[in-house]
């Protein structure tokens, strides 16, 4: 497990990477309109910064500071989620997908929170970039935060999200090595990070 203090301490020494992470996400989330969902929403960094108003983590360390910045919180896991159906406009999932034990699910529980025009925001750190393979390589090395975790390709991304949401829009940042902080949109191979842009598909 992460150290709720040191988690949310790198996103303030890595400034310009959250910034960038942000700036992706950013005109997908807006977008919306309330309410609006995180799933993993951890210390609630990217909720705060993004205007979302509900979260949910299964860590109640982590979600002591997302409380203190006025995110209406509750203890739980994606895989079953504790809200109506249909509940909200947006739901984002933004780098928890490695650390679900079975993300499909959590994509289906998506689903069924959404309104019939509502959306979903996947930003996520692709196994084959900069980043996915140093936490990949580290979790081998038997680093508790990223033993366990699944980076996952493009392709089994969009693989998640078949068959309940068409994909419209892509966009990419932190490119190469050099971890360049310029957002493109599509999907560019040297990025890691990476967000996704689905439209729940209805009648279902």
Known sequence: ?????EYDSWYDRHKEIFDAE????KPIVGKYPSPKLEIGVGTGRFAYALGIEYGIDPDKNMLEFAKNRGIKVKEGYGENLPYKSKRFYLVLISTSLPFFSDARK???ESYRVLKDEGGIAIGFIPRNS???KKYTKMGEKGDERFKNAHFYTID???SLLEDLFFIVRIRSTLLGKDVKKDVV???REDA???VLEGIKIQNI
């Open 1 to 5: 497990m992460f150290n709720p203090a």
């Open 22 to 25: 942000i700036k992706a996400l």
């Open 106 to 108: 959590v994509i289906e």
């Open 130 to 132: 900069y980043f996915g």
């Open 156 to 158: 089994e991304v969009e």
């Open 185 to 187: 949109n599509g999907y």
């Open 192 to 194: 890691s990070f990476v």
